[in-house]
């Protein structure tokens, strides 16, 4: 059964009295008495501010915000990347969901990154002009500010074109992710032009001017959806990325549309949570672990029963993951099943309450790095629009390669597909069929922007780190609708287990040396990072304290912008 088909499936279950994901209106009584923005650029931030203050609202502040984050944070995210807006209507309650993942340029084959005895060559699908799958993100500003908007395009985009003209200021964050990439980088002269200065990274704290992609966005500011897939800029595009051995076509920007897609939407704890529907798989993961988790007395669990269970969960949703899911476009998926409770009561059934259950004796296909890239960004404005937005280029500065005359990175988003089954992709992640190769498809992704409409809160959450996005904001969220402030929800410690590889990994500090060794004892083999990960961004409304927070991870506290400023603040 196609996810089309969910709703109807779902609404049967709702009349068991058991799980809803009927979409219900909720309509805030009066607005929020602050807006609240968090991103992981204080520039990005303070340019959602200016369009709010200009009479726009959250959906026009989420189009310069992501226009600003192209620019000053070119590492994660981009006019050469995708990227999903989740987006909730104050006035009339609807939620929706743009869609605007790359997709496989039309000349993509199922083998194109196999060498001749059938191996994945990884390099290929992540370093240079052949990794990139068609953009996404420039076609999702333009239906955003058309459909939801208040202001022209061109009012919305102008923030990001003075931060391309007049200069941004270079961040910690850009410099360290720079580290990652220097050598490829410095093979694209575009790229090493533009990010490089004598083949390093520019010092902290400079001012970086970038008239390429400030005439890209001016482009689209005229001419729209044409302004970036027709003219000038899909001809850079196109010319760039031939000239140095990619795929792409004009026919391929001439297809690409965004889809506006309806959004994944469940009940947990009488609350109203919408998430990404596929071509994300982190909804329909989402959902399963509330689902098997639900099922448990978690609230009178000592704390090592509950991460037991919690890890357990986590396997089973990724292992469903990597056999089931791809693009709804392409694929037909069993999403009434994975979405159903009866389904979830079998996998918390599977749970063996003391001993791990390994990964490879569950029925299926038989090192993954720190996640810093890509980008999330939260709003909420004083109407009570919600916009919860994940953009990427996959890897720190995607593919490290700029076509000439562009000014932005494309994007190495098709090592999200399954090269081959069961062969893992750069965060470890496997897959089948469902997410293979295919001309004009979308890979799957795990970027979850998730939106909480409680009584008594609301919330938008998410945050990059590849896999590690989905058990993120499931932490997160778990922690809001527990009535955590955004700030202890960015803040705490995290643990991710991913069912292959078959390890507990875990964030300094989220895991005492006891714990720990009493997980072990149980099976799991730990796997504790040097390192900690993600860069989550929240903005939570307390209507019953009549607040509202923007939380931006602390891990990155220097360079992110977590704000929230009254009424009389932003139309003073
Ligand atoms: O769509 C996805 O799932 C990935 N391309 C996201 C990549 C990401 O989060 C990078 N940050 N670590």
């Known amino acids: 059964m196609t996810l089309t088909n969910h709703v109807r499936v779902t609404a049967r279950l709702a009349l068991l009295g058991i799980i809803f994901f009927v979409p219900t209106t909720l309509l805030a009584d009066s ?150 990439r220097k050598d490829q980088l410095a093979t694209s002269p575009a790229a090493a032009k533009l990010f490089l200065r004598d083949a390093q990274a520019p010092a902290v704290g400079q001012r970086m001017r970038n008239p390429d992609i400030a005439r890209v966005l001016e482009r689209m500011a005229k001419q729209g959806h044409r302004g970036y897939y027709e003219g000038a800029t899909a001809d850079a595009l196109v010319n760039g990325v031939s000239a140095a051995g990619g795929l792409w076509t004009l ?37 399963g672990l509330f689902n098997i988790l639900g099922g448990f007395p978690l609230a009178s669990f000592e704390r090592v029963p509950r991460l037991h269970v919690e890890i357990e969960a986590m396997r089973r949703v990724y292992r469903d993951r990597s056999i089931y899911l791809g693009d709804p476009d392409f694929v037909t998926m069993p999403i009434d099943m994975l979405l159903s409770p009866y389904y979830a009561a079998g996998l918390r059934a599977s749970i063996h309450t003391k001993m791990a259950t390994p990964s490879d004796s569950l029925p299926g296909i038989s090192a993954t790095p720190e996640g810093n890239d890509t980008s999330h960004f939260s709003i909420i404005d004083t109407e009570g629009n919600v916009a919860a937005v994940t953009q990427s280029v996959n890897l720190p500065f995607g593919a490290a390669f700029v076509a000439p005359g562009t000014g932005f990175v494309i994007n190495n988003e098709m090592d999200d597909f399954s090269l081959k089954p069961g062969v893992p992709n750069a965060y470890g992640l496997i897959g089948e069929d469902a997410n293979a190769i295919a001309p004009g498809k979308r890979p799957l992704s795990s970027m979850t922007p998730t939106i909480l409409l409680g009584k008594d809160r609301v919330a938008a959450i998410g945050g990059p780190g590849g896999s590690r996005i989905i058990t993120m904001v499931f932490q997160g969220l778990s922690m809001l609708l527990d009535g955590k402030t955004a700030l202890e929800a960015v803040s705490a410690p995290r643990i991710h287990h991913q069912y292959q590889p078959d390890n507990v990994s875990s964030e300094p500090g989220a895991l005492s040396e006891a714990e720990i060794a009493a997980l072990n004892a149980r099976g799991y083999t730990m796997a504790p990072a040097e390192r900690p990960w993600g860069n989550m961004q929240v903005v939570l409304w307390d209507k019953r304290k009549g607040t509202v927070e923007a939380a931006s991870d602390p891990r990155w506290k220097a360079v992110g912008g977590g704000e929230s400023r009254d009424k009389d603040m932003i139309f003073r």
């Open 251 to 287: 026919e391929d920007f001439k297809q690409y549309q965004a889809v506006e897609r309806e959004p994944l939407h469940f009940r947990y704890l009488d609350q109203d949570i919408y998430t990404a529907p596929p071509p994300s798989s982190g909804g329909i993961a989402l959902v």
């Open 31 to 180: 607005g929020p008495p602050a807006a609240g923005i968090a991103s992981a650029n204080k520039q990005a931030t303070a340019v959602g501010f200016e369009i709010l203050q200009q009479g726009g609202n959250a959906f026009d502040a989420a189009v310069a915000v992501s226009a600003a984050l192209s620019v000053v944070e070119p590492e994660s995210s981009g006019l050469g990347g995708g990227g999903f807006f989740l987006l909730h209507r104050a006035n009339d309650g609807k939620s929706t969901f743009i869609d605007a993942r790359e997709k496989a340029p039309l000349a993509a084959t199922r083998e194109m990154y196999l060498d001749a005895s059938g191996n994945p060559q990884r390099g290929k699908s992540v370093n240079g002009a052949l990794a990139a799958a068609i953009p996404g993100l420039p076609a999702g500003l333009v239906m955003v500010a058309e459909r939801y908007g208040k202001l022209p395009l061109k009012q919305s985009l102008a923030p990001a074109i003075r931060l391309a003209r007049n200069g941004y200021v270079w961040s910690a964050k850009n410099a360290s992710m720079i580290g990652f």
